[in-house]
Antibody, heavy 121, light 108 residues
Framework: EVQLVESGGGLVKPGGSLRLSCAAS????????MSWVRQAPGKGLEWVGL??????????DYAAPVEGRFTISRDDSQNTLHLQMNSLTTADTAVYYC????????????WGPGTLVTVSS | EIVLTQSPGTLSLSPGERATLSCRAS???????LAWYQHKPGQAPRLLIY???NRATGIPDRFSGSGSGTDFTLTISRLEPEDFAVYFC?????????FGPGTKVDIK
C-alpha cells in the first residue's frame, strides 16, 4: 500500500525558512516522480514543484511563484522527499501535500494528508 | 498558462441523485492530460478519472468522465453518502500543472 506522510509544517515569520519532509513507502521511491502541491485557505490546489525519478534524470521543475525560493530534494536511501522553503511570505500559507506523479498521464496518483504551513508575524 | 474554471461552485443534491460537474479550460487541453480528483476535509485527495474518461483503480463505475477540447464533465450517476466532497479537475500543459477551483457537492 502506498503511503505518503508529510511533516515539518508550522508557524514561521515572513522572510523565514522552513523545511518539509515526506516519508514514502509501498513503492519504489527512487524511480518515482514526486511533487509538492499546496492549498491556501479557502483557495484551490496549486502545483509547487516536481522531481523526476532517478531513471528519468532526477530533474526538478517549479511553479513560477516559488521558483528561486523553494527547492525540492530527495533522499532515495531514506525514501524521503523534502521541500526547502526560503523567503516565505504570507502568500505561502497553505496546506502542503506530497504526491506521486504518473509521468505517462501527468497526474497525481497518490497523495499524503498534508502539513499546514502558516506564515505570519 | 491554461486556467480551469469549474461550475457550479456548489451543488446541493440528495443521495441517489445524479451529479454533473463541469470543468472548462481557457484554451484547448489535451484530453490525455485531464484528470479529476475527490477531496474530503482533512484527507488526502483521491484520483478519480484520468485521460478525461478513464476511471482510476478502485473507483466505482458510478463515476464517469467525458469531454474534449475546452469542456469536460464529471458525472456521478447516483450519489452515495460517501460522495459528498469537493471535486477538482487538473490539466497538464506547457510544463505546468493547473487545477480548477473545485465544485463542492453537499447534501441537500
Amino acid at each position: 500500500e502506498v503511503q505518503l506522510v508529510e511533516s515539518g509544517g508550522g508557524l514561521v515569520k515572513p522572510g523565514g525558512s522552513l523545511r518539509l519532509s515526506c516519508a514514502a513507502s509501498g513503492f519504489t521511491f527512487s524511480t518515482a516522480w514526486m511533487s509538492w502541491v499546496r492549498q491556501a485557505p479557502g483557495k484551490g490546489l496549486e502545483w509547487v514543484g516536481l522531481f523526476t525519478g532517478k531513471t528519468d534524470g532526477g530533474a526538478t521543475d517549479y511553479a513560477a511563484p516559488v521558483e528561486g525560493r523553494f527547492t525540492i530534494s530527495r533522499d532515495d536511501s531514506q525514501n524521503t522527499l523534502h521541500l526547502q522553503m526560503n523567503s516565505l511570505t504570507t502568500a505561502d500559507t497553505a496546506v502542503y501535500y506530497c504526491a506521486t506523479v504518473n509521468p505517462d498521464w501527468m497526474l497525481f496518483n497518490y497523495w499524503g494528508p498534508g502539513t499546514l504551513v502558516t506564515v505570519s508575524s | 498558462e491554461i486556467v480551469l474554471t469549474q461550475s457550479p461552485g456548489t451543488l446541493s443534491l440528495s443521495p441517489g441523485e445524479r451529479a454533473t460537474l463541469s470543468c472548462r479550460a481557457s484554451q484547448s487541453v489535451s484530453s490525455h492530460y485531464l484528470a479529476w480528483y475527490q477531496h474530503k476535509p482533512g484527507q488526502a485527495p483521491r484520483l478519480l478519472i484520468y485521460g478525461a474518461s478513464n476511471r482510476a483503480t478502485g473507483i466505482p463505475d458510478r463515476f464517469s468522465g467525458s469531454g474534449s477540447g475546452t469542456d469536460f464533465t464529471l458525472t456521478i450517476s447516483r450519489l452515495e453518502p460517501e460522495d459528498f466532497a469537493v471535486y477538482f479537475c487538473q490539466q497538464y500543459g506547457s510544463s505546468i500543472f493547473t487545477f480548477g477551483p473545485g465544485t463542492k457537492v453537499d447534501i441537500k
